[in-house]
């Protein structure tokens, strides 16, 4: 009954262009940073530090990928490379005595300079060639990582990072570094939700529908397609900083591989692409959905006597995983944005089945 349009009467532009017309909405959101931020307290450690700081960083990552792809649409299968870029470079720069936040965007920049530069030279092909492309660089980093000693100091090293320093504060609690993933997570967001009604967003959703319309219209698709790549890139170099500082506390070359890209794929496209609420429920489903089923096999396993062999113990929960992406995408192509959209909509006008367009 509170999840109603009736009695909302917007007077001027400012109210019509909210995030969050509906006071339901902004209650909502209210109640999720309540619980976010009280999570420390509420949560015990190995759960905090397990499960919700990742999937608060891995938002970041994704939210960056799905810039590129559901705001330009195009490809990339070396998002990963991308995070490991920033992850180094942060790290060099930390080592070296530059402060944390310095090197956070030291990361950023490296990883959207070498990003966008590699994405100039994709951007000459388009869909599947493109994502071969992409998939080189993620080939291409991992070589260099590997072989170049001064990087990563071979390839079974791991490179030691500081501790956290926020103002010159030293962070070492496990609560610190879950509000520094929370802030940096806030940010990105806020920035994604803004820049879909910018003027940026606009041209990024013109080149994704048509690149050629586009420039028909004076909008310059290789343009905005680099800076597509920069963005996504920045955002992408900061993510694998703020993971390999908040939750690794180390940078090693397994860390960034090409599980990882299509993991950060499979969460923007099971979220939904182009949906900054898809990117939450695609990092939760792909998080969190292996521990839960293995903990649910092992639960019913040990309930009915049943004695499961050892392979059949390690693959049968990534066969649940797995079908289970496949039966969302079924049953919403969309993504999981999508199903709650329709949920949504569906208590706006609820007793009644349709609103008055």
């Known amino acids: 009954m509170f999840y109603r349009l009736a009695g909302i009467r917007h ?3 400012r109210q019509t262009r909210q995030l969050w017309p509906l006071r339901f909405d902004r209650g909502l959101l209210i109640a999720v940073l309540l619980l976010a931020l009280a999570a420390p307290w509420l949560l015990p450690s190995l759960y905090l530090n397990t499960y919700l700081m990742p999937l608060l960083l891995w938002v970041c990552a994704a939210q960056g990928l799905n810039l590129l792809m559901g705001g330009a649409g195009q490809v990339h299968l070396g998002y990963g490379a991308v995070m ?14 530059v402060p944390f936040e310095i090197s956070l965007l030291v990361g950023g920049l490296a990883a959207a300079v070498i990003g ?52 010159g504060h030293a962070v070492t609690s496990d609560t610190g570094l879950y509000f520094v993933a929370l802030f940096a997570c806030a940010v990105i967001t806020l920035f994604m939700l803004n820049v879909r009604r910018s003027s940026l967003g606009r041209a990024l959703a013109a080149v994704r529908e048509k690149d050629y319309a586009a420039e028909i219209l004076g909008v310059s698709a290789f343009r905005y397609k680099l800076l597509a790549f920069w963005v996504s890139s920045f955002i992408g170099g900061v993510a694998g900083a703020l993971y390999a500082f908040c939750y690794y506390k180390a940078v090693s070359p397994e ?41 649910g096999l092992a639960a019913l396993s040990s309930s009915f006597g049943w004695q499961l062999s050892s392979d059949l113990a390690t693959h049968a929960p990534l066969i649940l995983y797995g079908g289970l992406i496949v039966g969302f995408l079924l049953f919403e192509p969309l993504g999981l944005a999508k199903i709650y959209d329709n949920l949504r909509n569906m208590f706006l006008v609820w007793p009644f089945r349709h609103a008055r367009r």
């Open 11 to 13: 007077t001027d532009y």
């Open 84 to 97: 490991g870029i920033g992850a180094y470079a942060a790290g060099h720069c930390a080592r070296a005595g």
């Open 116 to 167: 966008s530069a590699f994405g100039a030279a994709a951007l000459r092909v388009k869909g599947l060639y493109l994502a071969v492309t992409t998939l080189a660089l993620q080939y291409l980093v991992d070589f260099v990582v590997l072989h170049v000693g001064a990087i990563s100091g071979g390839s079974q090293a791991s490179l030691q990072l500081p501790q956290v320093r926020i103002l």
């Open 255 to 295: 860390q960034y591989h090409i599980d990882l890209s299509i993991q950060l794929l499979a969460t923007v496209v099971v979220g939904g692409l182009g949906s900054v609420l898809g990117c939450f429920l695609g990092a939760a489903l792909i998080l969190l959905a292996p521990s839960l089923l293995n903990n």
